[in-house]
């Protein structure tokens, strides 16, 4: 089994920027691919990106050139880092890890973007 715990969301005015961190515990080691999904209300819950252990990204089109996702394996964290935020980026930010038998979500954390 493996836990995820998110922090760094918050209100923030269009055009600045927020990092978001998720915290992996449990059964780490397994973990393969690790990354961001994001809900806003009343849509469906999107990709927003997510990084495999090797390094290898996949973003959203929507994201692509304004966020930034790392992980540090020894730390079992990965990192977003959000710039230029736009009011669309409103929305609850789930972290998201899977291994070779199932996916694991976070809570979700919640990021506001004022216009």
């Known amino acids: 089994q493996v836990q995820l715990v998110e922090s760094g969301g918050g209100l923030v005015q269009a055009g600045e920027s927020l990092r978001l961190s998720c915290a992996a515990s449990g059964s780490v080691i397994s973990i393969t691919v690790m990354g961001w999904y994001r809900q806003a209300p009343g849509k469906q819950r999107e990709l927003v990106a997510v990084?495999?252990?090797?390094?290898?990204?996949n973003y959203a089109d929507s994201v692509k050139g304004r966020f930034t996702i790392s992980r540090d394996n020894a730390k079992n964290t990965v990192y977003l880092q959000m710039n230029s935020l736009k009011p669309e980026d409103t929305a609850a930010y789930y972290c998201?890890?899977?291994?070779?038998?199932?996916?694991?979500w976070g809570q979700g954390t919640q990021v506001t973007v004022s216009s």
């Open positions: 990084v495999a252990r090797a390094g290898t990204t």
């Open positions: 998201y890890a899977e291994d070779r038998w199932r996916d694991y």
